[in-house]
């Protein structure tokens, strides 16, 4: 148990529709990260939060937002989702953003467009 | 971040060590190398990091050349919850870089 948690962990939604993907980190961790595990393009590095703020983007949709609130949980925000979409997301978190060795990442929430 | 090139896959006997190769030739002097491992769709776990000496920990062992440009990882006594896919990221600990994860390597334990 790395200590991150992640919610829910099953998804099963609509295209078109809009879902919320949440994540809390390890305590005393003030950096989160979200990744995209497809089966076609891997584990792909999505956005990062410190301590509220975006620190760090990667190859993240438009249609997809995230955000960092003053408690320092995280959620992840997929609109007019498509079929493409499916795929695991990982929320990660580690203590720094900066300098930071090392990622303990959660258990996932697999989401499945239909 | 530097690329990482591992072979798609190996195998390994239950209670022989599993030594795991990485290149990364194009390496700069700034960059650590680091291990994860990923078990069939659960998140991904730390291994270990270094930057140019050899690191043990409890799980694991990185051997890195003296020229840096490959590495290896070696799990002593492979268990049967070794399966997984291995991922060899070279990156830059300063600023806010993040994991870029390539294909790894996927080990099989096998009794």
């Known amino acids: 148990d790395s200590g991150v948690t992640q919610t829910p962990k099953h998804l099963i939604t609509a295209t078109g529709q809009r879902v919320t993907l949440r994540c809390s980190p390890r305590?005393?961790?003030?950096?989160v990260y979200w990744y995209q595990q497809s089966l076609d393009q891997g584990l792909q590095f999505l956005i990062q939060?410190?301590?509220?703020?975006?620190?760090a983007k990667g190859n993240i949709l438009e249609r997809f937002s995230a955000q960092q609130f003053p408690d320092l949980h995280s959620e992840l925000n997929l609109s007019s989702l498509e079929l493409g979409d499916s795929a695991l997301y990982f929320c990660?978190?580690?203590?720094?953003?900066?300098?930071?060795?090392?990622?303990?990442f959660g258990p996932g929430t697999r989401l499945t467009v239909t | 971040d530097a690329k990482t090139t591992q072979p798609p896959s190996m195998d390994c006997a239950e209670g022989r060590a599993a030594n795991l190769p990485c290149n990364h030739s194009t390496i700069s002097g700034n960059e650590y190398v680091y291990w994860y491992r990923q078990i069939h769709s659960q998140g991904p776990q730390y291994i270990i990091h270094g930057l140019k000496n050899n690191e043990t920990n409890e799980m694991a062992s990185l051997i890195i050349t003296e020229d840096r440009k490959s590495s290896t990882l070696i799990l002593p006594h492979a268990t049967l919850r070794d399966t997984a896919v291995y991922y060899c990221i070279v990156r830059v600990v300063a600023g806010y870089s993040t994991l870029t994860f390539g294909k790894g390597t996927m080990l099989l334990v096998s009794p």
């Open positions: 990660a978190s580690s203590v720094s953003g900066a300098n930071s060795y090392e990622q303990y």
């Open positions: 305590s005393g961790d003030l950096s």
């Open positions: 939060y410190y301590n509220g703020e975006e620190r």
